[in-house]
């Protein structure tokens, strides 16, 4: 590929055992990772615009496959809502990782299905098409627990619309970018059949569409994700930094709180709560008495007025002692400032 190639889909982007003394040692890991952040960003900002390397990941997969959650694993930070109601993810978001002369940067879809459903309007599903035909690589997570127990046809069928191309009612011209496949939720699969059930998924899919290499790994438990940066990094090609090295996302303060505040209430409303809702942010003004602190007024809109007692609680308990706090809470660790968080909600029709 070459340099003036690689940067012009660049630029159109915008872009087992688990036990205690393995989560020891992740954490010993994470510390020590922490320690160094200082000097390895005073490295990355003394790499040349010659050295820099860049490469674009679109990842896709079936619904509640775990994207989200992997890419808020290899940035290290949550830039999409994780829960397990199918198709939480609206848009594309953008994050990206700088590991010395080599950025990554990548693209969680929405939940690619081949027609129009419920929560997945064609438009979103064209959007996240185009995404993954401007990738340098495409990432195909599949839910390793579930295909292996349920044979899922849609997931045959998202490979063979891979290798293929999307509908053309979708998308027209499709070429594959290089595909790698990551085999999440492996730890869902019990010891004595995993690693037969593991080769069989990766025969069965890679007989169907091409992958450069398979991971296997559980994103939620952080499995197979240190192995799978590495390969992205190792795949970085001349190309100038599309973010700052110590930028995590483009995700500006208002969207991530309406990512975390779905996320919230799709947790826990998971079998009251129909689609038909919407988080809107209203408004972000600094936060008074405070020097880089906001003020993110949002807005839960719901079907009708008992829908808005559900998402409400008795006395406010779920919408504040649920959602807004700890949402509040959580955007103040991500963003390092002070937040204040105030979250309406209301039913359609009423003023």
Sequence with gaps: MSLRFFSSRSTALGAVQYCSAAAAAAAAAAAAAAAGTAANTKQQSDVSQSEQRLLTVAIVGLPN????????????????????????????????????????????????????????PLERLRSAWATAAMADQLLFIVDAERQFRLREPAALKLAQQLAAGPPNSLLQGWQQPPAVLFLNKQDKLEPHIREVALQQLQQQLGGIAQFETVFKGAAMLGLGVDALKQYYI??????????????????????????????????????????????????????????????????????????????????????????????????????????????????????
């Design 65 to 120: 496959a775990g994207k989200s959650t992997l890419v808020n694993r290899l940035l290290g930070t949550k830039i999409s809502g994780v829960s397990s109601k199918r198709n939480t993810t609206i848009t594309p978001q953008l994050g990206c990782f700088t590991s010395g002369a080599a950025q990554v940067l990548l693209y969680d879809t929405p939940g690619l299905v081949e027609h129009s459903v419920q929560g997945s």
């Design 234 to 351: 190792s795949k970085a090609r001349p190309g100038l930094w599309l973010l700052p090295p110590d930028q995590a996302h483009t995700t500006s303060p208002a969207d991530l709180a309406v990512e975390l505040v779905r996320e919230k209430l799709y947790r826990r409303l998971n079998q009251e709560l129909p689609y038909a809702l919407t988080v809107q942010a209203d408004s972000v003004k600094p936060l008074l008495g405070s020097q880089h602190g906001l003020a993110i007024r949002l807005t839960v809109f719901v079907k009708n007025r008992l829908m808005r007692s559900i998402v409400v609680g008795k006395g406010g308990s779920i919408i504040q002692g649920y959602v807004a706090g700890p949402t509040e809470a959580e955007l103040t660790r991500i963003l390092k400032a002070p937040v204040k968080l105030t979250v309406a909600v209301k039913a359609v029709g009423d003023s």
